[in-house]
């Protein structure tokens, strides 16, 4: 059969198919499993090398249940071909064959009933004709040569030969006909061909109940057939798709289901199942008895919609390639809580955490400031360990690894840092921007909120552990922080304890570190649990994030190019002193400066020899721009692009002819981070800042300032350069947002129409007064006794004692950035 199908190939398919079987992928590339044990992580799957694809009758079938659904049909076989093109062995278990088979059926008897009733009624009877019912076994002999042709047709745009076999029960239960379908599948699958499997529905009986002998599952329906399959050609892997998303803990479209991620067979008992899909014989109660036999055995398996219009196209390779979809079946049970539920718990305790008196938040980030002295030895020695582990492993660069690096002067730094946004913290949620007397007795206000629940993905850089929580606790929102590898060790005693500090007025969950092995695509897909992403890291991170979270707004951008501008009337102290210390102070910086701007005029002058001496002598490289390179003989390298951030003792030197060249320079090349002006004209550099549309533009001041802590905000989450919601460095303001508030009297909108009694006043009323019987922040807190006045107190003596101990020497504290 198999030599007759090679044989009817033109000359051209067969050259082709022979040509793939010599040029697979080496099988060294695809391990496989390993001791013929499931795999334990998502992110293993990519390693699988034989897949079962079975295809549900909901998928395959159109929603009149009559017929095949051919869009999704040829997306599921461009993804397998795909898959079998990379070197893996695909199998195919698909349902269709009564759908294809009654469509043809009634067709023909449509057909055959129009001809005679024509001829004997005349035309006005063939609407009122009535189809018989059609009987199940006689569709599924009508319809399986046509689904197999349909299957060739699709397959062989691919250059991929397909085989069909039809099985039942007695195939597996009989051990000759058992033995005699592995090796046909097996030798099918050493000559690069897909197996099509199937029931014999045309022959086969109806399955009795509880037919399952000494363990091993017989065939019900096809989940029970492709679980059988995939354990009986030790399958690396069983994707089950059907109309549903996976697994839930209810019947889907119940108020309160939830889709499970990963599912541990210990845990099957917490499992309401609902009814079977809308054909076929199964249901996800069929479903999960095969899954999980099918694991016992040492098949790992997923569950996931094949019918979704967004995601049919690439399920099957988003499966494989380990990306979180459907709900995954794994024999090692998970260590702590999905970030699903982490971030049900920090949005519930996030709340309270909101509705907490500002002195209290307040409370809890001075503790945090004083953990992160008092455990300081504790915090040091876990950031040893994570040095030591990246200096061995040689992964990071120098610029990565200062990041990375904790000191006891940067943990002081946090400190005071963070007892700045406790102060802040006193007015933030709560505060009325707007007051609005509407009517008599109807009065509107605008007041802060918090935004909601947080994620901000990190990397080599845990001193954003504490400024990020102490700027979500002051704002009243909930946390997910997703720090790197690098630092694993030195982020969890970091997590501990901020999580100490919450602890003094019971929100210990409000912030929660995900440690799971969640992929940052995966958790930018949680657009109905997180309401705001922000990246710290790499340009390369904040791009894939800013790409993947396609429902989620993300604060943050993507490189920080900033420019240093000398006009020609620049003091020669002021440009050593503001070039060095953008450049030279912290290269890694976000802030730092990459390109330095020259008005034509300073060439050939003393002033242009300073720079060049001052940036070789800290050993600057120089990188030329095309225009600086035609003034020389003799030139630097040119610089490869003039949008480059090099994070290192690197800049590119540029010859402008004037301010305006400059600006439209910055502009041009630039990433609307921090761009600077170093003059003595003062109308120039008003021009300057008026024009350059940088979230942040500077007069004879470093790029440097641009940074939270500078700015005396206590600390950043992050640079935006987003032109709404928060702009430049943000803080404690940029986590915010608001709501309105309308207290009235029994109004209605009738009352204000035409024929109504009111009319509107829309009166602007001071938002520094409470309204009469409305209590306001201060008012609170001078109830809470005169232990809020004390915690005052005692804050400032703390604070003067510490600037007191540092007074006359300079800080220097490394931002995130």
């Known amino acids: 059969m198999l030599l007759q199908r090679l044989c009817t190939r033109s000359p051209l398919d067969l050259q082709r198919h022979v040509c793939r079987l010599l040029i697979r992928t080496p099988a060294a590339v695809l391990q496989g499993r390993a001791n013929g044990s499931s795999f334990a992580y998502r992110s293993e799957l990519r390693h699988a090398k034989r897949i079962v694809v079975k295809l549900g009758s909901a998928v395959v079938t159109r929603g009149d249940e009559c017929g095949l659904a051919l869009g999704r049909l040829a997306s599921i076989v461009e993804q397998v071909a795909m898959l079998q093109n990379q070197g893996r062995e695909m199998m195919i278990v698909t349902s ?179 009814t079977k899909s809308r054909v076929g014989l199964g249901g996800m109660e069929a479903k999960v008895k095969a899954a999980v036999w099918a694991l016992q055995s040492g098949t790992s398996v997923v569950i996931a919609n094949g019918t979704h219009p967004k995601v049919t196209g690439h399920v099957i390779t988003d499966i494989v390639e380990g990306k979180k979809v459907g709900t995954f079946f794994t024999e090692i049970k998970p260590a702590g809580p999905t970030v699903e539920q982490q971030t049900e718990v920090a949005r519930s305790c996030g709340r309270t955490l909101a509705s907490l008196h500002p002195g209290q938040r307040g409370e809890i980030i001075c503790q945090l400031a004083e953990l992160l002295t008092e455990r300081k030895e504790e915090i040091l020695a876990a950031n040893k360990m994570d040095m030591d582990l990246a200096i061995n492993a040689g992964s990071l660069s120098a610029a990565l690894l200062k990041r990375l690096s904790l000191s006891p002067s940067k943990l002081n730094s946090l400190a005071i840092g963070l007892r700045q946004i406790a102060v802040a913290a006193q007015d933030s949620v709560g505060r009325v921007l707007r007051r609005t007397r509407v009517a008599h007795n109807l009065v509107l206000e605008q007041i802060t909120v918090p935004i909601g629940v947080l994620l901000v993905i990190f990397e080599a850089r845990p001193d954003c552990l504490p400024q990020v929580s102490a700027l979500a606790i002051a704002s009243g929102n909930a946390l997910l922080l997703k720090g790197g590898k690098e630092a694993a060790n030195t982020n969890r005693v970091l997590h501990q304890i901020t999580q100490e500090a919450l602890s003094m007025h019971g929100v210990t969950d409000a912030v929660q570190l995900v440690s799971t092995r969640e992929e940052v695509e995966d958790l930018c897909r949680l657009d109905k649990m997180i309401d705001l992403i922000i990246p710290r890291g790499s340009s390369q991170l904040v791009r894939e994030i800013q790409r993947a979270a396609k429902g989620i707004p993300v604060l943050g951008h993507s490189e920080g190019i900033c420019h240093v501008y000398i006009d020609t009337e620049a003091d020669i102290d002021k440009v050593i002193k503001i070039v060095r210390d953008s450049k030279c102070d912290y290269p890694a910086a976000c802030n730092s400066m990459e390109t330095l701007l020259i008005h034509r005029d300073v060439l050939r002058t003393p002033l242009f020899d300073q720079i060049i001496d001052m940036l070789r002598t800290e050993q600057v490289k120089i990188h030329a721009g095309p225009q600086f390179a035609s003034y020389l003989t003799f030139s630097p390298s040119e610089a490869k692009s003039l949008r480059t951030e090099y994070s290192d003792l690197e800049c590119c030197l540029e010859v402008v002819d004037s301010m305006q060249d400059a600006v439209d320079h910055i502009h041009k090349y630039g990433s609307f981070h921090t761009d600077t002006i170093i003059t003595e004209n003062e109308d120039t550099a008003e021009k300057f800042l008026h024009q350059v549309d940088s979230a942040c533009v500077f007069w004879n001041a470093s790029s440097r300032f641009a940074d939270g802590y500078r700015f005396g905000l206590g600390a950043e989450v992050g640079i935006s350069t987003a032109r709404i919601h928060a702009r430049g460095p943000v803080g404690l303001e940029g986590l915010l947002t608001s709501k309105w508030v309308l207290r009235g009297d029994g109004h209605t909108a009738a009352d204000f129409s035409d024929h109504g009694t009111m009319t509107y006043l829309h009166e602007n009323l001071p938002v520094g007064e409470p309204l009469a019987g409305q209590k306001d922040a201060s008012d609170i807190r001078s109830e809470d006794s005169f232990a809020g006045l004390g915690y005052l107190i005692a804050f400032w003596q703390e604070v003067g004692t510490f600037l007191k101990a540092f007074w006359g020497r300079p800080i220097r504290r490394t931002p995130g950035d």
């Open 96 to 274: 269709g064959a009564v759908a294809f088979g009654k469509q043809r059926l009634r067709h023909e008897i449509l057909l055959s009933q129009s001809v005679r009733q024509a001829l004997h009624s005349g035309h006005n009877q063939l609407k009122d004709m009535a189809l018989p019912v059609l009987e199940a076994r006689a569709c599924a002999a009508a319809g399986q040569s046509g689904l197999m042709a349909l299957y060739e047709a699709m397959f062989t745009q691919y250059s991929t030969c397909t085989a069909q076999i039809l099985v039942t029960n007695l195939d597996f239960h009989n051990d000759d006909k058992r033995q005699n379908l592995n090796s046909t599948l097996r030798e099918l699958l050493r000559m690069n061909i897909v197996p099509i499997i199937n029931t014999n529905d045309a022959v086969v009986s109806a399955p009795e109940p509880n037919s399952d002998l000494q363990g091993v599952i017989s065939i019900k329906d096809n989940d029970s057939l492709a679980a059988r399959l995939a354990v009986e050609m030790k399958a690396d892997l069983l994707i089950a798709l059907s109309d549903v998303e996976g697994l839930y803990d209810s019947p889907p479209g119940t108020d309160d289901a939830k889709l499970i991620d990963i599912f541990y067979p210990g845990d099957q008992q917490s499992i309401t199942f609902g």
